[in-house]
């Protein structure tokens, strides 16, 4: 295919139709990939039996700390995206109490997030108009902020990002609109999930600093109690969230261009960044930078098998114009397009 002969719009509908073709094959190949009901669910108990058997293995002093939060953080981002496909109804569709029951099990095992419910009119809105100042969830997320402390904040606390843009707002209303919004998308899950968290860092430093300068708090018996469980809370549960929102936050807020796109064109708001260097962010969002351009062009197709056809999609879509590992995209506040292609429009260079 010679990429220059199409328009994006053609260059896209090549790329859904190579994708599809590709999925198709796999189903014929593989039989069982046409039970996604009953695949859905089984990733959710092997996720869910994970993250308790983790937490189990831990309590009883079977593996360290830092195991049990790596651990879970890698099967909470397998809920990810079991939630991703479900609020675009890709499980139990005609099922409701099934489907319903599997989007509260996610969210339970990511306390961290948004109400799901919720979550799916944002991100049918985010497809609708990707890359624009309308599409707030990647905006939630800092798609389109230039990097510094404020984004490196934001980017892994999805309360500390709230809180920033309310600062931010110039007009009462504006702050309590957030602050309202915020309440209402984050109860009460995520709101428990960084109170805990909060508090967590909170004890702990005021903990270590008292001691290192020789005046240890003499704290209750109660109090210690109550941040033993909080300890524990945090390494089986809100750690690994913790961890786990930072990677999928910073990977999907740079491979989603924002601001100069063409609304509307596929090929303009993604990127496939997937270098080896990424990996470890990788791991515990489930590959989403190597994978979720795929999801732009064919959306109806689970997440385990844009992994199957990710090889076949990388190279249609890199013939396609598609752009992969442009780190420039860190420079520019996300911005499609690069220095030299504003310089010759005779706009300004984003930075």
């Not at 980017?155 to 602050?179: C, E, F, P, Q």
């Not at 290192?212 to 524990?232: F, K, R």
């Not at 303009?268 to 732009?296: D, E, K, R, Y």
């Amino acid at each position: 295919m010679n990429p220059t002969a199409l328009t994006d719009q053609q260059r896209s509908a090549h790329i859904r139709e190579a994708v599809m073709a590709r999925g198709v094959e796999l189903r014929r190949r593989y039989p069982i990939l046409n039970h996604q009901d009953a695949l859905g669910a089984g990733i959710l108990a092997f996720a869910l039996a994970g993250m308790i058997g983790s937490a189990l293995l831990y309590l009883n002093g079977a593996i360290a700390w830092w195991a049990c939060l790596l651990a879970n953080a890698f099967f909470a981002s397998l809920t990810h995206e079991l939630e991703h496909d479900l609020i675009h109804s890709m499980y139990f569709r005609k099922q409701r109490v099934a489907h319903n029951l599997m989007l509260a099990l996610v969210w339970m095992a990511r306390p961290s997030t948004i109400n799901p419910w919720i979550r799916r009119h944002l991100h049918l809105n985010h497809h609708k108009v990707s890359g624009t100042e309308n599409d707030m969830e990647e905006r939630a997320i800092t798609n389109g902020e230039p990097w510094g402390i404020a984004r490196l904040l934001m980017v892994g606390d999805n309360v500390m990002s709230s809180l920033i843009r309310m600062l931010r707002a110039r007009t009462w209303a504006h702050k309590r609109s957030i602050l309202a919004r915020t309440l209402r998308v984050y109860a009460p899950l995520a709101l428990l999930n960084w109170g805990t968290w909060y508090l967590f860092l909170g004890f702990h430093a005021i903990d270590g600093a008292s001691g290192l300068l020789g005046a240890p708090v003499a704290w209750s018996a109660t109090t210690l109690e109550v941040m033993n469980i909080v300890d524990i809370a945090v390494v089986v549960l809100v750690g690994p969230n913790v961890l786990r929102t930072f990677c999928l936050h910073f990977v999907s807020s740079n491979m989603h261009y924002y601001g100069d796109v063409e609304p509307g064109n596929v090929i303009q708001q993604t990127q496939v960044l997937n270098p080896w260097w990424m990996w470890p962010l990788q791991a515990f969002c489930f590959n989403f930078g190597s994978t979720h351009a795929i999801h732009h062009f064919v959306v109806k197709e689970p997440f385990y098998i844009r992994q199957m056809t990710a090889p076949l999609a990388h190279r249609v879509m890199r013939d396609a114009g598609v752009r992969f590992n442009d780190f420039g995209t860190f420079t520019r506040a996300n911005r499609w397009h690069k220095q030299e292609e504003t310089a010759v429009q005779g706009e300004p260079a984003t930075s």
